[in-house]
């Protein structure tokens, strides 16, 4: 169990909070009851997510956020079958599992990124609960365990290259 737990409890609860994280903005933007569907800038008679930026915004919002989903939720399901088969995980494995959070990580903070801008300055204000996802993915982006080495991590390995495998 050992290296499976420290791998369930380490990298799926990474990959999750960040997803949770960016569905929150995703759901509160495009919802009708969202802060931008009642948004108009200036004289504009339409509302901001009526534009066809906002939309085009929130459409790969989402594209990203699914993709990072079905890669996390792979990458845990293979280690999942793995364990369950009796079997230890291999690094290529861990690795995999690690590379799918780093990437749901890194998938939220381009959801956000890409709709923040339609919140407007409103946005900014810590009322608002935009913002506070953007400060949370964005705060979580900080983690060492998002940080350059761990993908330098998984390149190493899938470059053949030796390194020490306790962080993985």
């Given at each position: 169990m050992g290296t499976v737990g420290r791998v369930e409890r380490g990298s799926h609860r990474h990959a999750v909070t960040s997803m949770a994280a960016s569905v929150g903005p995703y759901m509160l933007y495009s919802s009708a009851s969202g802060i931008t569907v009642a948004k108009r800038r200036g004289s504009a008679t339409h509302s901001v997510a009526e534009t066809g930026d906002a939309q085009i915004a929130v459409a790969r919002a989402e594209g990203v956020l699914q993709a990072a989903k079905a890669f996390v939720i792979d990458a845990l399901g293979a280690l999942w079958d793995t364990a369950c088969a009796g079997d230890p995980p291999t690094v290529e494995s861990r690795a995999r599992v690690q590379l799918a959070a780093l990437n749901a990580q890194r998938s939220a903070e381009i959801a956000i990124d890409a709709v923040m801008?339609?919140?407007?300055?409103?946005?900014?204000?810590?009322?608002?609960?935009?913002?506070?996802?953007?400060?949370?993915?964005?705060?979580?982006?900080q983690h060492i365990f998002f940080g350059s080495d761990a993908w330098k991590r998984f390149a190493r390995l899938r470059l053949g290259i030796d390194q020490p495998t306790f962080m993985i």
């Open positions: 801008p339609f919140a407007g300055a409103a946005g900014v204000y810590s009322s608002q609960p935009l913002q506070r996802c953007f400060r949370n993915i964005h705060t979580a982006g």
